[in-house]
């Protein structure tokens, strides 16, 4: 079965602070993701990455960064938190294949106050 | 470049009606079609999709779609809504086949389906 795990489901942080939000696949799966949701707007890509070390920006990739060491792992990181990034984040995976079903993780709720 | 319209952001059916979940695209390649359902508190799960075979795609829990060039379209429907449907569903398109930032997911604003008892 596919598992795409979000390590926190909630977090609380403080304008200012350095998050990470980790996402692991165990699926070796080439593609990975984070899109950010927010009520009304949809999802929206922030990053995604196609192989170790490689990245590309979304659609919405300011105030944020990314980090591929390994592939099954995917970090998204808030290098300084401002209220407006409080949202839910969703990272997901599929394979560089035709049909390219994504798979979702849980889903992280960040609150920063 | 690629969007989704869904019209509609909540949508209402009494228990045992159809539901329609509207749905239209636009892309500048043939498209992926994808409809996602979210249940609350949790991550987005696959309805279906529509990979250029068949247009009229079946799904899980009874729902289907179909594929409409000529209207741009992939309306989600199901003849009996159940309890149980009540969630969001998000419509979605990507590039089409296989290639460098292509398996990217364009997705709608969402649907919220409410099922009245």
């Known amino acids: 079965d596919v598992k795409v795990t979000q390590s926190s489901r909630y977090l609380v942080k403080r304008t200012g602070e350095k998050v990470f939000l980790e996402c692991v696949q165990d699926?070796?799966?080439?593609?990975m993701f984070w899109y950010r949701q927010d009520p009304g707007l949809g999802l929206r890509l922030i990053y995604f990455?196609?192989?170790?070390?490689?990245?590309e920006k979304g659609d919405i990739p300011e105030g944020y960064s990314v980090s591929r060491e390994k592939k099954e792992r995917f970090s998204l990181i808030l290098e300084s938190a401002s209220t407006n990034q409080t949202s839910m984040y969703l990272c997901?995976?599929?394979?560089?294949?035709?049909?390219?079903?994504?798979?979702f993780g849980e889903g992280s709720w960040l609150t920063v106050v | 470049a690629q969007s989704v319209t869904q019209l509609g952001s909540h949508v209402s059916v009494s228990e045992g009606a159809l539901v329609l979940l509207r749905c239209n695209y636009s892309?500048?390649?043939?498209?992926?079609l994808f409809w996602y359902v979210q249940y609350p508190n949790q991550g987005l799960q696959l309805l279906l999709k529509y990979t250029s075979a068949a247009t009229l795609v079946k799904g899980i829990n009874g729902f289907e779609a179909e594929f409409k060039k000529s209207e741009t379209s992939f309306h989600l429907t199901k003849p009996s809504a159940h309890m149980s449907d009540a969630a969001e569903y998000f419509c979605?398109?990507?590039?089409?086949?296989?290639?460098?930032?292509?398996?990217?997911?364009?997705f709608g604003t969402g649907t919220r389906l409410t099922i009245i008892p």
């Open positions: 997901a995976s599929n394979r560089q294949s035709s049909g390219n079903t994504i798979y």
């Open positions: 892309s500048s390649v043939p498209p992926y």
């Open positions: 699926m070796d799966h080439e593609n």
């Open positions: 990455s196609y192989d170790v070390k490689m990245k």
């Open positions: 979605a398109v990507s590039g089409g086949p296989s290639g460098f930032g292509n398996e990217k997911l364009t």
